[in-house]
DNA sequence: TGAAATGTTGGGGCG
DNA sequence: ACGCCCCAACATTTC
């Protein structure tokens, strides 16, 4: 085996020690090893305040745990290939590895860098720590990219066995004779300069250790996991998203651990469930991978022309959770509170956005984008589209969400919605999902004035959703 | 990972 | 006892 001096691990969103295959890699040959962040803020959907805010956090605890293994982590700014280039002749490195970004212009930019460190006569090495499956290596019959997901999961659970065990974070990383200079994290400016971040704080630990504590207490209930996940008053979802997106925690290193605590029958069909979920990242990553364009563009071509409602009005009464409507608006004050929503309401916002306001999938995604700690590309293009019915495996466009159903059936308790909107909060039961439907002693009574104390809803339901279905008929016919 | 309209069934009240 | 109607409950179809 070549033995290599020294090595650059060059960090990106695989922010971990264990299961990291660019690590175990770079450690494998006895060398001294240089970890290395380089922020390089791309022009193509450049990192939205809210993960901005988390990576802070997940740079200064991994941070931390490379400095237990007397290690340190290298900080830089700027262009990947200019500070990589700079730090391989600085400190005399013959490899470098990482573990690959699936996004397009990550892409694009990987295999410049990789070309420009080969020229230099260094040798690069990419692995994936990821996901479970590489997009290239999934295909149907014809060698062509799945659409749908139902037989893309069926042929990639075919291949599920055959995963690699999760490696185990190396024990000691021997560093460089001299190590080459760092910039802080702090300077980075990653942190709000408002400081609008306590809630985002108080719900979430940014880092390695908070995502496997995050994973421990899945692990309680995650036997459960099918009868509660769609319940947003209660925490039956894994909050695992911000943790997989910053690469704190794998997939591999998830499906491990719930597979030896499981083992029950209803655990199996229940880790089942939650597999599947994981299916529908590796599905997103499939997709924007193989059409790299849908992350600005429909895939289904027929609305490339639909004529969007442009009132900014409308959108903002969806970005500040006044839209009238109690399950819109508690899912929209849950999202800037606590940068997290629960997918269910997820699905109820965005398809009240696209299809009751008739306003683009893009202006919800790129609200999206700024305010989830869990703003991942390939995710959020895929559930935006999915919502519209513009994309792979899409909602038929006559799916359309009506939020008071969708509540009474997914809050029966109601505690979602009085958590995040008080101000509803003394109406009965029967009447809180839609108080404009209200009788006025009901309302006078619960202190609640509609137009005063809480918005009018901003569309009626009714109405829109028959403008919204005319208005699809159009393009009803398969392209 | 819809909702609403329409169709069918079957029990019970009632003449 | 019987047929008729009503309507909830469930199933199917349509958007």
Same mark, same amino acid.
């Given at each position: ?187 980075? &400016?990653?942190? *709000?300069?408002? @400081?609008?971040? /306590?809630? $985002? ?5 940014? =880092? %390695?250790? +908070? ?17 509660? &996940?769609?319940? *947003?008053?209660? @925490?039956?979802? /894994?909050? $695992? ?5 910053? =690469? %704190?925690? +794998? ?17 199996? &069909? ?210």
């Amino acid at each position: 085996m070549q033995s290599h001096h020294v090595v650059i691990v060059w960090f990106r969103r695989d922010l971990r020690l264990t299961d990291n295959p660019a690590l175990e890699r770079a450690a494998a040959g006895a060398a001294r090893i240089v970890p290395v962040y380089i922020h390089d803020e791309g022009a193509d959907w450049p990192m939205g305040a809210a993960s901005r805010w988390w990576l802070h956090r997940s740079l200064t605890a991994l941070e931390g745990s490379l400095r237990t293994l007397s290690s340190r982590l290298i900080v830089r700014q700027g262009p990947s290939a200019t500070v990589l280039d700079q730090l391989i002749r600085e400190t005399g490195a013959t490899l470098v590895t990482w573990n690959r970004l699936y996004e397009p212009a990550a892409v694009e930019r990987d295999q410049r860098v990789k070309a420009a460190i080969i020229k230099a006569g260094v040798e690069a090495v990419s692995c994936n720590a990821a996901l479970l499956f590489e997009p290239w290596n999934i295909s149907n019959a014809q060698q062509r990219p799945y659409r749908v997901f139902t037989p893309f999961w069926r042929t990639a659970l075919a291949q599920i066995d055959a995963l690699p065990a999760p490696a185990r974070a190396p024990t000691s990383l021997a560093g460089p004779a001299r190590w080459p200079a760092s910039i802080s994290i702090d300077s980075l &400016r990653l942190e *709000p300069e408002v @400081r609008w971040d /306590s809630g $985002l704080a108080a719900r979430w630990q940014p =880092g %390695e250790a +908070g995502a496997h504590r995050m994973l421990e207490s899945f692990g309680h209930t995650a036997d459960r996991y099918m009868q509660r &996940r769609d319940r *947003p008053d209660q @925490r039956g979802t /894994s909050s $695992l998203s911000p943790h997989l997106h910053f =690469g %704190e925690i +794998g997939p591999r290193q998830i499906l491990a651990a719930l597979q030896s605590q499981l083992p029950a029958a209803q655990g199996a &069909r229940s880790l089942a469930v939650y597999l599947k979920e994981l299916g529908w990242r590796e599905f997103a990553h499939h997709l924007l991978f193989h059409f790299p364009h849908t992350r600005n563009a429909p895939l289904d071509q027929r609305f490339l022309h639909w004529r969007w409602s442009r009132s900014r009005n409308d959108l903002k009464a969806w970005q500040r959770g006044l839209t009238g409507v109690p399950i819109v608006d508690a899912g929209m004050r849950e999202l800037w509170h606590t940068g997290w929503m629960h997918n269910r309401v997820r699905m109820i916002v965005a398809s009240f956005l696209t299809k009751n306001l008739q306003i683009h999938w893009l202006a919800g995604a790129r609200w999206f984008w700024d305010t989830l700690v869990d703003a991942d590309l390939a995710n959020n293009t895929l559930g935006w589209q999915w919502t519209a019915g513009c994309g792979a495996d899409a909602a038929p466009y006559y799916r359309i969400f009506n939020p008071v159903l969708q509540a009474e059936k997914f809050d029966p308790d109601r505690a979602y919605i009085r958590r995040w909107i008080p101000e509803l909060a003394q109406l009965p039961d029967r009447w809180i999902h839609q108080p404009w439907a209200a009788p006025g002693a009901v309302l006078t009574t619960a202190g609640v004035t509609l137009g005063s104390t809480y918005p009018h809803p901003i569309v009626d339901l009714k109405r829109s959703r028959g403008t919204a279905l005319a208005a699809y008929q159009h393009i009803s016919q398969p392209q």
